[in-house]
């Protein structure tokens, strides 16, 4: 069994605290690093004893690689990111499907298939996983296409390349799919890293909502996952607090 490495998302806590205080504070509660925290705030954390663990690969999560049309300025902005990822050592770059408009699900994936071959080996000789990530399209992300499981692990399958792999949100598939535990036990070796949040309200991951996090937690530790599991719940509480809760609620 693995220990669950942890990461903090600074969109979620870096609007409540300071950058010096969020810094410290998840560097003595045990956090390994951050995600997606602005550029310039990078070597302020990485001086603080934290790694940038993951980033944008390209934009926008709406407007993704599930359009041909889009493949040469994705293409281009994973490029310019991976480059970014390998001097600072940043593992992940996340990447979005796009959202379907009125596109099917077959052809969508057909087209995600067609854009992650093209980055594949760059990400490759890089170092660095592209992780597509899952959303939920029924709250947050109206018409977002990699909206299952399913549809993302046939995308990985097809690409077939060890650095192109899922984000595994666990509150975003709870809304669309339950059955986390054995699903992310089924296709583990697809899941480059993990999303937390609290269902329903993407709020604290306590016993206030519905998921099980410490048997969550103790599932994923047991497949021998050596990648992260990101805290990206929106704090209605005592932000510092909740950072730490979180941290104890996912340490085994």
Not at 60 to 71: P, T
Not at 126 to 150: F, I, R, W
Not at 166 to 190: A, P, S
Request: charged share 25%.
């Amino acid at each position: 069994m693995s220990k669950i490495k942890q990461s903090l998302a600074w969109w979620c806590f870096g609007r409540h605290l300071e950058a010096e205080e969020l810094i410290g504070s998840a560097k003595i509660i045990g956090y390994a690093g951050v995600e997606m925290a602005p550029e310039g705030l990078w070597p302020q954390i990485v001086d603080g004893g934290l790694k940038i663990i993951t980033m944008g690969g390209h934009q926008s999560l709406g407007d993704g690689l599930n359009k041909r049309e889009n493949h040469d300025r994705i293409e281009a902005e994973i490029e310019a990111n991976l480059e970014k990822a390998v001097q600072w050592g940043i593992p992940a770059l996340i990447v979005f499907s796009g959202n379907r408009e009125g596109l099917p699900d077959a052809v969508g994936l057909e087209h995600t298939i067609e854009g992650l071959n093209r980055v594949k080996k760059m990400a490759e000789d890089a170092g660095v996983t592209l992780a597509m990530e899952l959303l939920n399209s029924k709250v947050d992300h109206p018409d977002y296409q990699c909206d299952h499981t399913a549809w993302g692990v046939a995308a990985c399958e097809a690409v077939d390349s060890p650095r192109v792999k899922l984000l595994y949100d666990i509150y975003h598939m709870q809304i669309m799919e339950g059955d986390v535990i054995r699903t992310l036990r089924d296709n583990i070796k697809h899941i480059g890293h993990f999303h937390t949040a609290g269902n329903p309200g993407r709020n604290e991951i306590d016993d206030t909502q519905e998921l099980n996090y410490p048997a969550i937690m103790r599932a994923i530790a047991a497949t021998n996952y050596d990648g992260y599991v990101g805290q990206e719940f929106s704090p209605a509480k005592d932000p510092s607090i909740s950072l730490e809760m979180a941290y104890r609620i996912c340490d085994v």
